[in-house]
């Protein structure tokens, strides 16, 4: 293990123990106190973009855990995430490879929503390094109290926060990695990255791939939760 992995490590332990989650705690209360704390962060400036905060969900012992990259304009206004266009396909993609979202926890790298103003609308823009920094405590948090046997990164964004470091998901896509923490992750692309496609052949074919990803991550998580 690297002195990096060593230190990220030691650096989870401490943010355990500053939530104070121990075994046979309240793991409820633990999360809804990380959900208070989140709703009320200023850890950059992104908190005076977005309507609001826009946490994870999902079950406290779900086997899966998901990493998207931040909230949309309509995860903004629902405090939801992965609800708009993307989740819509994300939800297709999880039916298809046979794994339960009510049975996941499905969260963002990034809690507020960054966008530029055009007109009426607010257009999609990506966090910088500084912001997914910043922001990565907080899915660091929520990993620790769930403990997931599989995390999934979708997209370079959160394999970017799970890593901490720049990847490329092409070279990592398709097998196990370890994190700092020595829990598993797996790296595939982000919904949205299927919805921009503009050539029709292709989308159906990088669908199917993501499916079977899906589909390879559910078995994987199956078999480590045995």
């Known amino acids: 293990m690297t002195d990096q992995a060593i230190a990220e490590r030691g650096l989870v332990e401490a943010l355990k123990a500053e939530r104070g989650v121990q075994p046979g705690?309240?793991?409820?209360?633990?999360?809804?106190?990380?959900?208070?704390?989140?709703?009320q962060c200023t850890r950059c400036?992104?908190?005076?973009?977005?309507?609001?905060?826009?946490?994870?969900?999902?079950?406290?012992?779900?086997?899966?855990?998901?990493?998207?990259?931040?909230?949309?304009?309509?995860?903004?206004?629902?405090?939801?995430?992965?609800?708009?266009?993307?989740g819509?396909?994300?939800?297709?993609?999880?039916?298809?490879?046979?794994?339960?979202?009510?049975?996941?926890?499905?969260?963002?790298?990034?809690?507020?929503f960054k966008f530029v103003?055009?007109?009426?609308?607010?257009l999609h823009n990506s966090p910088n390094a500084g912001e997914i920094t910043a922001c990565r405590w907080w899915q660091e948090q929520e990993r620790a109290l769930i403990k997931p046997p599989v995390t999934v990164?979708?997209?370079?964004?959160?394999?970017?926060?799970?890593?901490?470091?720049?990847?490329?998901?092409?070279?990592?896509?398709?097998?196990?990695?370890?994190?700092?923490?020595?829990?598993?992750?797996?790296?595939?692309v982000h919904p949205s990255f299927l919805l921009r496609m503009p050539d029709q052949v292709r989308r159906r074919e990088e669908r199917a791939r993501f499916v079977e990803d899906l589909i390879a991550i559910r078995k994987r998580a199956t078999k480590l939760a045995a």
């Open 117 to 122: 103003q055009r007109g009426k609308k607010r």
């Open 25 to 39: 705690g309240n793991l409820r209360r633990a999360w809804e106190e990380l959900l208070a704390d989140a709703r």
């Open 153 to 188: 990164a979708l997209g370079g964004t959160a394999a970017r926060s799970l890593f901490g470091k720049v990847v490329t998901i092409s070279k990592l896509r398709g097998e196990p990695h370890e994190l700092a923490d020595g829990s598993e992750c797996w790296v595939t």
């Open 88 to 112: 819509q396909l994300f939800d297709q993609a999880l039916e298809k490879a046979g794994i339960d979202r009510a049975e996941t926890y499905v969260t963002n790298a990034v809690k507020h």
């Open 45 to 86: 400036h992104l908190y005076k973009c977005g309507t609001q905060t826009v946490f994870g969900e999902g079950p406290l012992d779900a086997k899966i855990l998901f990493v998207g990259e931040q909230p949309g304009d309509q995860e903004d206004l629902a405090g939801r995430p992965f609800v708009g266009p993307a």
